[in-house]
């Protein structure tokens, strides 16, 4: 383990609002560290707005506003719309900030008096949509690959950062060190971009025809290309170069990022590092499309799905307040962690979440939690019983329980969030087959009070070990599950160990978690 853990988010483009792809990201990123949080790791968590260039100017011109009061407007609705899923950031960046605009032209500076940066004509194909130049190559039939658009010749003076220069060293780094972008398809992905040419980025935009953006420290008429000016955000929201924060956090960088991004993230990034001197980050976590019928986020005439299931998915993409008012917070959050297998695409419908959250939340845990806690109140006086003589049955539910950490973490720490969670789900099913084994209602029945002391405490103990290890996907449902078995409202400084629960302690007399959805 790293001393320190810093994850962040893309900060999100102020020309939409937040939808289910960054409602995803940004709730796996809080699960994120909610999980290092509870595994005792030193952990801090970046979000934020990415606010300069082309589009932003040009949906402020259409709606009648300066860019700066839609770049307020809109990056206020991220900033709002967070804590409504449960996601608590220890910062938000704006890249209107000073302090990040201040780094970026540190940095600009630097790379230009390092001679990476070098002035010159260029000739392209530009995308406005993609707010770059495009290759014929990277065309599909002549049209930009993420827009569908035809793309508009331009030829301009600007200034180009001669990345090419670091693709053998970029090569070099993406072989060495496998894991630095995971899953392994999207490394793959970047060394087979890599086996072509790595040419220069173009850098500046002339203020000639854009002015919303960061001037370049070395030339008054040009502004920043924004990628140029989004990626540092990562190093300026840790006060680069001489923060404190910096010094403490840099070193567990780990971005979390969508597919679509991929190419910013993994080639531009880390060559922006190199040659300003900045240690690459340690990880590059991407994960898959949200997909409706098969198309990202939305069109499709995929046949086998109905219009109406298709409309509903749709109208819950766009608006995942009504995903949460459906699951409700936490539910939603588990369902969209645990659903995802990270790195992949997931065709999404209603029906899906709503399936998981009946099966894993309403029937496997709410089950245990119900049973356990009715039984204690039924045949213990409604306190944790006093464990009596341990039988082979009840030590395979302690190494369970025991080992339930151990196997969650180890899935948080090769990014497969959706394994952690299943993991922790794992031990909740457990407790049920253990209830049905153990039969403590015919235990009791046949005046076997010990036998039953021992099952319900057993049974208790081992759900708050799944509590602790559910709770970064679901903080305060699992703060309620814990404050049922008779703990208090602190979150839990640790995920396990065994023995925790008092005897004598009380419990609530129901615990009415997760109610059934209609399907
Ligand atoms: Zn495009």
Redesign the pocket.
């Known amino acids: 383990m790293a001393d320190t853990y810093y994850i962040t988010t893309p900060i999100y483009y102020v020309n939409g609002e937040p939808h289910l792809g960054s409602t995803y990201t940004t709730t796996l990123a809080d699960a994120l560290v909610r999980y290092h949080r509870l595994f005792g790791q030193d952990s801090r968590f970046l979000t934020g707005t990415d606010e300069h260039g082309d589009k932003v100017a040009a949906m402020a011109a259409a709606n009648g506003e300066r860019p700066a009061e839609l770049a307020d407007r809109v990056s206020a609705i991220f900033r709002a719309a967070w804590p409504r899923f449960g996601i608590a950031p220890d910062d938000f960046i704006r890249t209107t900030e000073e302090r990040h605009k201040r780094v970026v032209q540190k940095i600009l500076q630097d790379v230009y008096n390092a001679g990476d940066i070098y002035f010159g004509e260029y000739g392209g194909l530009y995308?406005?949509?993609?707010?770059?130049f495009?290759t014929e190559k990277e065309l599909v039939d002549g049209r930009?690959?993420?827009?569908?658009?035809v793309?508009a010749y331009i030829n301009e003076q600007n200034y180009f950062f001669r990345m090419s220069r670091y693709q053998s060293w970029l090569v070099d780094l993406l072989t060495a060190q496998p894991d630095v972008v995971r899953p392994e398809r999207y490394r793959r992905e970047l060394l087979a971009f890599l086996r072509e040419p790595l040419e220069d980025l173009c850098i500046s935009r002339p203020k000639s025809r854009l002015t919303w953006g960061i001037t370049l420290p070395f030339d008054e008429d040009y502004v920043t290309y924004v990628w140029f000016d989004a990626l540092i955000n990562y190093v300026s929201a840790l006060d680069y170069p001489d923060g404190e924060l910096f010094a403490r956090y840099w070193p567990g960088a780990e971005h979390l990022i969508g597919k679509d991004i991929l190419k910013p993230h993994g080639l531009y990034w880390p060559c922006m590092l190199h040659a300003a001197g900045i240690p690459m980050y340690r990880h590059l976590n991407v994960h898959g499309y949200w997909t409706i019928g098969g198309f990202k986020g939305g069109k499709s005439d995929r046949a086998e799905l109905r219009e109406q299931e298709r409309e509903e998915a749709l109208r819950l993409f766009r608006d995942p307040i009504a995903l949460a008012d459906l699951l409700g917070v936490d539910g939603m959050r588990y369902c969209l962690l645990r659903e995802m297998a990270f790195g992949s695409d997931l065709d999404f419908t209603r029906d899906l979440l709503v399936t998981r959250y009946n099966a894993d939340l309403a029937h496997d845990l709410g089950n245990a939690v119900n049973r356990t806690v009715a039984m204690i109140g039924r045949y213990c006086g409604g306190v944790i019983p006093d464990p009596g003589q341990e039988f082979d049955v009840d030590r395979d539910l302690r190494d369970a329980a025991c080992a339930a950490p151990g196997r969650v973490w180890a899935h948080v720490e090769t990014m497969e969030p959706h394994l952690a969670l299943d993991a922790a789900m794992d031990l909740a099913q457990r407790v049920n087959r253990y209830l049905e084994d153990k039969k403590p209602w015919t235990a009791s029945k046949n005046g076997d009070a010990e036998g039953v002391a021992t099952t319900l405490y057993y049974a208790a103990e081992a759900l708050g070990i799944a509590a602790s290890l559910l709770l970064p996907a679901m903080p305060t449902k699992m703060l309620e599950l814990r404050c049922a078995l008779g703990l208090d409202e602190q979150p839990p400084s640790a995920a396990g160990g065994w023995g925790y629960l008092e005897p004598g302690l009380p419990v609530a007399r129901e615990a009415r978690l997760f109610p059934t959805i209609e399907r």
């Open positions: 995308c406005v949509g993609c707010e770059r495009y930009c690959p993420q827009h569908g658009t793309p």
